[in-house]
C-alpha cells in the first residue's frame, strides 16, 4: 500500500500526521504497528506520536494520537493545534471542532506569535482536579494530579532537573496501584510574572520537546496555587519553543485552557509497503516546508535570547 504522511510540530512535540479524513486506511491493530516503526528515532521518519485525521459524525472532524510506545492518548495540546491546522486548510476554515477520546475542542487560527509562524489556538476544556500538593514519592515533591482528560502530575520547582524528572516519570508509570493508566509527569519552575518553565515526562514517549496538555496542566496548575491569575495570559517556555496558555474558570469548578502555539509543517512524504514485509519500507520525498522550518528557527533564537541573555 501507499499513502501520504506530513510531519509537523508544535513546540519541537513532532509529529507524523496522516490524512484519513475520506476513508479509513487502517485496522486498530495497524496503527499500533506504524506508530512502533514510524516513530522510532532511529528509523525512516521519527517522531513522539502520529496523528490520524478522521471525519467525524459531530464534529468537523476527529483527532487520534499514538505514542511512540503504540498507546492511544485521550488528548494532545499540540498535536490539536497541527491538526487543527491541516483540517482549516482542507475544508478551508479558520476555526474547527475535533472530536477527541474523550470530548471535543475547538480550533481557531490565531494571531502569529512570532513573525511568519503559523499559529493555533486549541482550547482544552474536559478537565478534572484530583489532587492538590500530595506527596507522592521518596522526595520533597509536591504533586497536583489533574486530569486534562489525560492525566498529569504537576510540581512547581525552583530548577529543572531531567534526570529526576525521568527518573520520577518512569517510577509513576511503573506504579499501577496508584496510576492504573499511567501519567505524563511536569516539572514547572515559575520564572517571573505570568511566564513559567515546563518540562514533561510523557507517557509512552519519555522525555519531550514539549507535552501541550502538560503546558496547559501546569500553566492552570500555577493560578490554583496563586502564582498567577485565571483569565490572564501565560507565557509558557519548553524545550521545543513558547506557547502562551490562558486558563479560564468557567463556571464552579469547571476550567479550560487555551492553549496557543506554532503549528509548523516539515515535510510531506510518501510512503510505500505492505505490513507483511515490513523490512521493505520505501520513502518517496515530496515537498519540504523549508520557510517554515527556517522561521520557526529564527523564532528559537529569538525566544533564547530573551531567556538566557
Excluded at 476544556?125 to 497536583?144: C, K, R, V
Amino acid at each position: 500500500m501507499q499513502f501520504n504522511v506530513l510531519k509537523c510540530h508544535g513546540s519541537g512535540n513532532d509529529f507524523i500526521l496522516i490524512n484519513e479524513y475520506e476513508k479509513s486506511l487502517f485496522t486498530e491493530q495497524q496503527r499500533i504497528v506504524l506508530s512502533n516503526i514510524f516513530c522510532n528515532r532511529n528509523g525512516i521518519l521519527g517522531a513522539d506520536g502520529i496523528l490520524f485525521f478522521q471525519s467525524s459524525k459531530t464534529a468537523d472532524g476527529k483527532m487520534r494520537i499514538f505514542n511512540s510506545d503504540g498507546s492511544e492518548a485521550e488528548i494532545c495540546g499540540n498535536g490539536l493545534r497541527c491538526v487543527g491546522r491541516f483540517a482549516c486548510e482542507l475544508l478551508d476554515k479558520d476555526s474547527v471542532i475535533l472530536e477527541t477520546l474523550k470530548g471535543y475542542s475547538q480550533v481557531i487560527k490565531d494571531t502569529d506569535i512570532y513573525e511568519n509562524i503559523p499559529t493555533y489556538q486549541a482550547e482544552l476544556n474536559t478537565i478534572s482536579l484530583l489532587e492538590t500538593e500530595q506527596q507522592l514519592f521518596a522526595n520533597d515533591l509536591l504533586f497536583n494530579t489533574i486530569n486534562m482528560p489525560n492525566p498529569h502530575l504537576v510540581a512547581i520547582v525552583d530548577d529543572i532537573s531531567d534526570s529526576e524528572l525521568e527518573k520520577v516519570g518512569q517510577l509513576a508509570n511503573k506504579s499501577p496501584a496508584k496510576f492504573p493508566n499511567g501519567t505524563n509527569v511536569n516539572f514547572c519552575k515559575i520564572i517571573n510574572s505570568n511566564s513559567i518553565y515546563v518540562r514533561t515526562y510523557e507517557r509512552g514517549v519519555g522525555l519531550t520537546n514539549s507535552c501541550g496538555s502538560g503546558m496547559s496542566a501546569s500553566a492552570l496548575t500555577t493560578c490554583l496555587l496563586g502564582y498567577n491569575s485565571f483569565n490572564e495570559s501565560i507565557n509558557v517556555y519548553n524545550h521545543g519553543g513558547l506557547v502562551i496558555c490562558t486558563p479560564k474558570l468557567t463556571d464552579r469548578d469547571k476550567y479550560s485552557v487555551f492553549l496557543s502555539g506554532n503549528a509548523t509543517f516539515m515535510f510531506r512524504n510518501s510512503i510505500k509497503f505492505e505490513f507483511s514485509n515490513l523490512d521493505d519500507i520505501t520513502q518517496y520525498f515530496g515537498k519540504v516546508f523549508v520557510d517554515e522550518i527556517q522561521n520557526y528557527g529564527r523564532f528559537i533564537e529569538h525566544f533564547d535570547k530573551v531567556m538566557f541573555n
